[in-house]
């Protein structure tokens, strides 16, 4: 419940909220990447016999999470695999290998099938972070033949630890066929634009705000080809380049930076494509949800193909020219294990909003001055103050409450920011008033909170019997009984004011015992919830607590 609400004293306020993150999910932005391994084929081995993954992966790994893109540096959230054989051999020893280096239990799999047009082992899977990523769906679906794709589409619908539904992403994962003939159906630009066709009639289903990436080894030349093309058509998931960079992208030094296949010279394993960087075969296309800055959104510049600044065109990644900042045993690494290089990109999550309440009383004299402090701060669960959307809320109050501050703006890991509401006490009565805030940011978690106040103006004139402990306007047994229960335990039932509950306290019982107070005191309340508690200990003996939390 931390997590969702919290009504503490002041003081407190840091220290519980540095106890209560740590519960409320993951504490990053999302770092996700796509990859061909080249696992399970050139040549082919059979189901559990793979070699994989081979020598130096767990290096490669670590490094894409070590490396600081736009001050950020964390372990990937997302692994958008290409060319794994089956996902429990294959793709298990990729999660064993993370969690080698990140603890058992760190990371998890899918579990769906890609089907082939033939006996070969190329599959599409997806590993991710359990601390970050719950894996909510998962299936297969498409037409696989010589005149259609190559190969069936893995999708996979995600969701940041700690959010709700709105704030959940949907990932296709594809491995185009290869080659550039053209154009018919049995052509392989013609099933490559059959197998973008299904992915996008797929998607568009998903509707206008969905939050899509489309990931994987496309296999293509050229920005104009059609299967991109038609990625790029307009639609509700029409897909955007996050580093908008059309053009042909083969055998052409100006897009060296772009290029991810082959970073391999050929030589060691013997089952690497070689030949140097050259192409731009590995994507992470989005929808425009991604695009926007709101909510879940890519963060600009920190899309990259891991290993290549444009250094090592028709290179392998490891040439001496290459000044990549990584050091020489893990670019030998990287050329050692990849087909393809990984392409990484960071995207920010959504905000998350959390209140707290300083304490306040039930009950006041006519003309106090009474105040309560609201903290309103953006706790979403990041490491960086970029990793997150900013928290855009408004605070209103109703009925006798005076204050509000409208048109606010709450920054990830700048603390809370602070307002102040009033009671109004000018007249006397039952009085009571709605605090809310609300959020309209993308998203959004926990964005809405009201908290209904009800408190009592009293006339200090006005005749309170000092003996009605249990405010029920008349001192009669049940205050008796109350009194006996606190006798030199509490000061509740302190009718002299000294601080405790004794025999002096008695003689004023005795003294007022059969009377009726000229002030009708607050009803009862219900129980209490353990954030209104915390707040009953700062108030006087004499009230009593009167707080009910609206449903958000």
């Keep these: 419940m931390l997590c969702k609400y919290r009504s503490l ?31 399970g084929t050139f040549p082919d081995f059979p189901p559990g016999q793979d070699p994989d993954p081979r020598a130096g992966m767990d290096n490669v790994l670590q490094a894409i999470g070590d490396e600081v893109t736009n001050g950020i540096a964390k372990p990937i959230d997302v692994l958008i695999f290409q060319e794994h054989d089956e996902p429990h051999t294959t793709t298990q020893d990729f999660v064993d290998l993370l969690d080698g280096i990140y603890g058992a239990g760190t990371y998890g799999r899918s579990t769906v099938v890609t089907l082939p047009t033939s006996s070969t082992n190329i599959r599409q899977t997806l590993v991710y972070n ?9 299936i297969t679906f498409g037409t696989t033949g010589f005149t259609a794709a190559a190969r069936q589409t893995a999708a996979f619908q995600l969701r940041p630890v700690g959010y709700d539904s709105s704030a959940d992403f949907f990932v296709y994962n594809n491995h185009y066929v290869s080659g550039e003939s053209c154009c018919g159906a049995s052509s392989a630009q013609g099933r490559r634009d059959f197998e973008a066709q299904a992915v996008r009639s797929h998607a568009d289903l998903l509707g206008a705000d969905a939050h899509v990436i489309y990931a994987g080894d496309f296999n293509i ?169 900013e928290l855009d809320y408004d605070l209103t109050i109703s009925d006798d409450l005076l204050g509000g501050d409208p048109n606010q703006v709450a920054i990830p890991l700048a603390g809370p920011n602070a307002h102040q509401i009033s009671f109004d006490t000018s007249t006397v009565g039952m009085k009571s008033g ?43 047994s049940a205050d008796l009984a109350q009194w006996q229960g606190d006798y030199g335990v509490n000061g509740d039932s302190d009718a002299n004011g000294d601080g405790s509950s004794d025999g002096a306290d008695f003689l004023v019982w005795q003294q007022q015992h059969g009377q009726s107070s000229l002030v009708v005191a607050s009803q009862a309340v219900p129980e209490p919830s353990s954030a209104a508690i915390l707040t009953s200990l700062a108030v006087t003996p004499l009230l009593r607590l009167r707080m009910k939390k609206l449903t958000r």
């Excluded at 359990?130 to 998962?138: M, V």
């Design 221 to 389: 030349h050229s920005s104009s080809e059609a299967m991109y093309q038609t990625l790029l058509s307009a639609g509700n998931g029409q897909a955007f380049d996050p580093i908008n960079t059309p053009g042909d992208w083969n055998n052409d030094i100006s897009f060296a930076s772009v290029h991810t296949q082959s970073p391999s010279d050929g030589t060691g394993s013997g089952i690497l494509s070689g030949g140097g960087i050259d192409d731009r075969f590995d994507f992470q296309l989005v929808t425009g949800e991604f695009l926007d800055n709101e909510g879940l959104s890519y963060i600009p510049g920190s899309y990259h193909a891991f290993g290549n600044n444009g250094t090592t065109y028709n290179l392998p990644v490891n040439h001496t020219f290459n000044t990549y900042p990584l050091s020489q045993s893990l670019l030998d690494d990287l050329a050692s294990v990849s087909d393809h290089l990984p392409v990484v990109a960071d995207y920010q999550l959504p905000a998350k909003m959390e209140v707290t309440l300083s304490a306040f009383p039930t009950m006041v004299n006519l003309g106090d001055i009474v105040n309560v402090d609201v903290f309103v701060e953006n706790v979403a669960p990041v490491l960086f103050a970029n990793g997150a959307d």
């Design 434 to 476: 709605t605090l809310t805030v609300n959020s309209d940011s993308q998203s959004v978690m926990d964005g809405m909170f009201s908290m209904l106040f009800e408190y009592e103006v009293v006339d200090p004139g006005g005749g309170f019997l000092e003996a009605d402990f249990n405010e029920d306007t008349f001192v009669n």
């Design 130 to 138: 359990t601390n970050t990523i719950d894996l909510i769906s998962e």
């Design 9 to 39: 004293l002041i003081l407190a306020c840091a220290l519980m909220a540095a106890m209560a993150l740590p519960q409320c999910g993951a504490l990053a932005q999302l770092r996700v990447i796509t990859y061909n391994t080249a696992n």
